[in-house]
């Protein structure tokens, strides 16, 4: 069975996915993608420019048509594409049109699968209305929950005779899974789009196929709390905010910490009153190994922590402190590399009058904070990360920088920030 590669251009800007697809051609792609954010940012004229840079090349639309099948097919073989993509939920006279269309223009119709309950038992209709190719398809939103398009592939391979594509978080690892799960072709987005050295990506990853024997990827999509601690220690606070849509991200909280500590953690939380350090210090006895203590003290400015409650957490290895109120002893918590963040610094410290309490939902730093809550502080600031959201936001933030990873590379290579973006296309009017 030959495998085909297909790199999806997910990106918005022609003169980047042109770039990307020059490169992964040499890297040994077969076909070309031109994705639905690229078509929707550019048009038709994305796929006329492929067409033209690539004339051997596969190109392939992802237009995602729901209705109007037959004219958006036309519109898109004519502007160059090989395949079309169709939605599987789709009514079949869509399809059919869609079908009809492609055979009287020269290209292939591709059903995407996405949203489809029942795929085997949708993919053998979908078979005899006519269509060249079925797509089992997990989205980017998906994927960042952890969805998995690997136990579908086969369940539809066993029941067509037509090729079956796979789409979503495959790389290097989980390329030859696919194939032997019955995918022949191998539709590969952001393992290559976001590598700052996509020939050697590709390369990777056909190879990997060719051989039949995964090669280990660093991307992450698992959901234990050590694999979402080591995803939050590979990213930035800025990272994480810009996955949040700046949610999260506490204000007027200054971080407190030697160059390049970081600090990861879930949230015990304390509610205090200014000076009163009696419930901040019971929670270093509650708090486990790897725990941060978030406290709120509405912006007091008399303090409730320093170095012998630091060093307390230091020998008990908790992750560290934040304070929406004062702290001391700033010179002995950096000598210990202890990571503190709070509002205000004070010599002067308070009572322990025991008012407050532990493990409630509090306010820091203008965020709402849980117990159990992730919490991630590096020297931009402290970000409040829900539980129940973790493993998105962790998948979400790798994204983001991966993204920026490969704009830094185009930077260096000689571009600038504004032209890589294009940022006037984007400016409003």
Same mark, same amino acid.
């Given at each position: ?26 890297? #040994? ?139 979503? #978080? ?72 810009? &996955? ?33 350090? &009696? ?30 409650? +630091? ?5 008990? #290895? ?21 990571? &503190? ?63 920026? #990873? ?8 000689? +571009?600038?920030? +504004? ?11």
């Amino acid at each position: 069975m030959k495998v085909i590669t297909q790199v999806a251009l997910d990106l918005v800007d022609s003169h980047r996915a042109l770039q990307i697809a020059e490169e992964s051609v040499e890297g #040994g792609i077969d076909w070309l993608e031109a994705g639905t954010p690229l078509i929707k940012a550019e048009g038709m004229d994305i796929i006329r420019q492929l067409r033209a840079k690539f004339p051997q090349q596969t190109i392939v639309a992802d237009l995602k048509t729901m209705d109007t099948g037959g004219l958006e097919v036309e519109i898109a073989t004519k502007s160059g594409a090989s395949v079309i993509t169709i939605m599987g939920v789709s009514e079949d006279s869509t399809i059919t049109e869609a079908v009809k269309s492609a055979r009287q223009y020269g290209s292939k119709i591709m059903i995407d699968m996405m949203q489809v309950k029942d795929k085997p038992a949708r993919a053998k209709e979908l078979e005899s209305l006519g269509i060249d190719y079925i797509c089992i398809h997990v989205s980017i939103d998906e994927q960042m929950v952890g969805g998995n398009p690997l136990a579908d592939v086969k369940a539809v391979s066993e029941v067509v005779d037509i090729p079956v594509a796979v789409a979503g #978080g495959i790389n290097s690892e989980t390329a030859v899974l696919a194939v032997e799960n019955g995918a022949s072709i191998i539709i590969i987005g952001g393992a290559i789009t976001k590598a700052t050295d996509v020939v050697g990506a590709t390369r990777e990853i056909v190879q990997s196929i060719a051989d039949m024997k995964p090669i280990a990827s660093q991307q992450f999509k698992k959901y234990g709390l050590e694999e979402i601690r080591e995803a939050f220690s590979k990213v930035s606070t800025c990272n994480i905010a810009d &996955a949040m849509h700046t949610r999260g991200s506490m204000t007027g909280i200054i971080p407190i910490i030697n160059h390049g500590k970081k600090m990861i953690g879930q949230a015990v939380t304390v509610r205090t009153m200014d000076g009163d350090w &009696a419930k901040a210090v019971e929670a270093i006895d509650i708090a486990n190994e790897g725990d941060i203590i978030v406290c709120d003290v509405n912006g007091g400015e008399t303090a409730i922590w320093g170095e012998l409650a +630091s060093e307390s957490c230091k020998q008990k #290895g908790i992750a560290g402190i934040v304070i929406d109120g004062a702290i001391r002893d700033i010179d002995a918590i950096l000598d210990m590399d202890f990571p &503190a963040f709070a509002r205000h610094r004070r010599s002067a410290a308070g009572e322990p009058k025991g008012f407050g309490e532990i493990n409630v939902q509090i306010k820091c730093g203008n965020q709402t904070v849980k117990p159990g809550d992730w919490i991630v502080g590096d020297e931009s600031g402290v970000v409040v990360i829900p539980q129940k959201e973790a493993v998105e936001i962790a998948n979400r933030s790798i994204d983001v920088m991966e993204r920026e #990873g490969r704009i830094r590379e185009e930077i260096r290579r000689g +571009s600038t920030l +504004s032209q890589v973006i294009d940022v006037k296309k984007w400016e409003k009017q």
